[in-house]
């Protein structure tokens, strides 16, 4: 039976130093990996359990943000896989330490996916503090989870950005849209992708342009109207083309949306859909407010 109200005082940021050294020696590892996720445990209670023969509490320490570059260091070369993944994500990992975990090819079957997918590869190209030698060498990988990693990395090149913009794979491209540092110029390419996950992925980017929310709100598809009509980017004359469209739940969406006109928030809630007006009415009674 595990112990929930002791691994609840190992993972609590107002235990003292003394407890925790304690509670790092418990025979359950479970207590031990809440020790390792505490944020407060001090740097030389990790360092112990940095060497725990427990694989999960090995790497909470590896992620912990108070695990230092020697530390992270150590267990870059630990035998399993998922602790290396774990330094890989980790923004305090030294960048010699990602270079090298770069060509970590340690493989893991994914069972939703029905794939072999390479877990450290993945952390290392999600990273922010990747080398962009690193990064380029991930991006000219084969697997396309890898390349999609690198396509969400906000530190990624924008010349890399724009040559994934037309990777094979949707997965990619859509980890493209959704990137935060991707340019205007980009988003408007992926605008008129043929999956439309991507452009939905476009929709709720706050750097899409005008023009494409504009031309994404008159997509047939609806759970990609609904997106543009979430952005709190778009601007009044998408919001109001959306206000009138045949969906309840995009003009529901459109009512709650922080951008759109009070006029069309008041028009709203006279819609002949309950949501809707529900919708409406709270914006109008948070205004008064």
Known sequence: MRDWKTEQIAGNPQTNVETLEKLATSWDWHIRRSVAQNPSTPLKILQVLARDKIQWVREAVAGSAQANEKLLTFLSNDKDGFVRAAVALNQNAPSEVLEYLAGDEMMDFDYTLSKSRYPTQEAVAKNPNTPEVAIR?????????????????????????????????????????????????????????????VRAAVAKNPRTSTGSLRGMALDRDTNLRIKVAQNPYADEETLEVLSEDWSWKVREKVAGNPNTPQDIVEKLSQDKDLSVRGTADKRLKDQKN
């Open 137 to 197: 060498f991930l991006a000219s990988r084969q697997d396309e989870n890898v390349r999609a990693s690198v396509a969400s990395n906000p530190k990624a090149p924008s010349d890399l950005l724009f040559q994934l913009r037309i990777d094979l794979s949707w997965v990619v491209r859509k980890q493209v849209a959704k990137n935060p540092s991707t340019s205007i110029e980009i988003l408007d390419w992926l605008a008129v992708d043929r999956i439309q996950e």
